[in-house]
């Protein structure tokens, strides 16, 4: 793909518009769902529909970002999912495709629109895995070190493999560490695990952005945005539900009361989309957004009080 054209990507602010100190890189996630499940197992990205896809799912993971930061976001040919069927030696070649327009949306981003300005990743699900896969290869030689806030990646698992094999690959210690990765799963009692979750997973609690065990009370949400597409579209709840680590799976756990009170939900794009699923994948940012929000400021707060963009780290 050609990333000089504006067409390719979702969001890309003209330079007047970048009036933030820092900018989100985010890939937004899977939304390509096709009848063919035999060929064309990457998107399209022309195709007007899968388009709006992109762009909806932008605005509605993405938002958290977007209030601190100039908000850059690619599409990319990304897979089907039919990917979550398919063994990975089949997947290879597809998923390479769409990290390779991930890969080239970023170099182009950091060459020509950057502009010296520290910078946040963050994605979900297929945008996670590719982002992941970019800090992997990209990120071990201390290259973007000078500029790397940190990197906001739920919907997918980092494991302790990963930490092993690549050291730069860490996970955050605090609210306002630097230069590491926000990971984590959501999920309740009773429901089962995406195909997402690893063996060996390892996660951050983002209503205390600590990697251990113990339970964050609800009075530490400061709003879960269950959806917000104007005005007259809107779910917000203040302190809806707490979260603690449950080790042995490797996944952030909500309140059962949290879970009950979405089981009973009326609203019905939101019951049988999110939760007739029988997972909370698609709530991985909503069920914490504020908090999101709030940290995403935190932690570029704490970028310019300890470096200088220029003269690096």
């Known amino acids: 793909m050609d ?4 067409r390719s990507w979702v969001f890309r602010p003209d330079k007047v518009k970048r009036t933030k100190s820092a900018d989100v890189f985010f890939v937004y996630p899977t939304v390509y769902i096709h009848p063919d499940k035999q060929k064309n197992h990457n998107m399209n990205t022309n195709n007007p529909i899968y388009r ?3 762009w909806f799912m932008t605005i509605w993971r993405g938002r958290p970002f977007a209030e601190s930061c100039n908000f850059f976001a690619p599409h990319y040919r990304q897979v089907g999912i039919e990917s979550l069927e398919m063994t990975e030696e089949e997947l290879k070649p597809f998923n390479e495709i769409a990290y390779t327009d991930v890969k080239d949306a970023f170099f182009y981003y950091m060459e020509h629109l950057n502009e010296g300005r520290p910078f946040i990743l963050a ?3 297929q945008g996670s895995v590719a982002l992941l896969e970019l800090i992997r290869r990209e990120f071990g030689n201390g290259r973007y070190d000078n500029l790397f806030v940190a990197a906001y990646l739920p919907g997918y698992s980092v494991t302790k493999q990963d930490i092993r094999n690549w050291p730069h690959m860490r996970l955050v210690e605090g609210e306002d560490d630097l230069g590491g990765i926000i990971s984590y799963n959501t999920s309740a009692k009773g429901l089962r695990l995406m195909e997402v979750v690893l063996p060996d997973a390892v996660c951050v609690n983002p209503l205390n952005w600590k990697q251990t065990p113990e339970y964050a009370p609800k009075e530490l949400n400061l709003g879960s945005v ?4 104007g005005k007259y579209f809107r779910l917000e709840k203040k302190h809806f539900t707490g979260a603690y680590i449950d080790e042995k799976q490797g996944v952030v756990m909500i309140d059962k009361d949290a879970m009950d009170e979405l089981l009973h939900v009326r609203i019905g794009f939101l019951n049988w989309i999110l939760i007739r699923r029988g ?8 069920l914490f957004h504020r908090n999101l929000q709030k940290n995403t400021a935190v932690r570029i707060k704490k970028y310019f009080e ?6 690096g780290r």
């Open 226 to 229: 269950l959806f917000d597409f």
């Open 3 to 6: 990333y000089a054209k504006k």
């Open 279 to 286: 997972t909370l994948h698609m709530l991985d940012i909503a």
């Open 123 to 125: 994605g979900h699900s």
């Open 52 to 54: 709006l896809f992109g």
């Open 306 to 311: 300890t470096y200088n963009p220029k003269e």
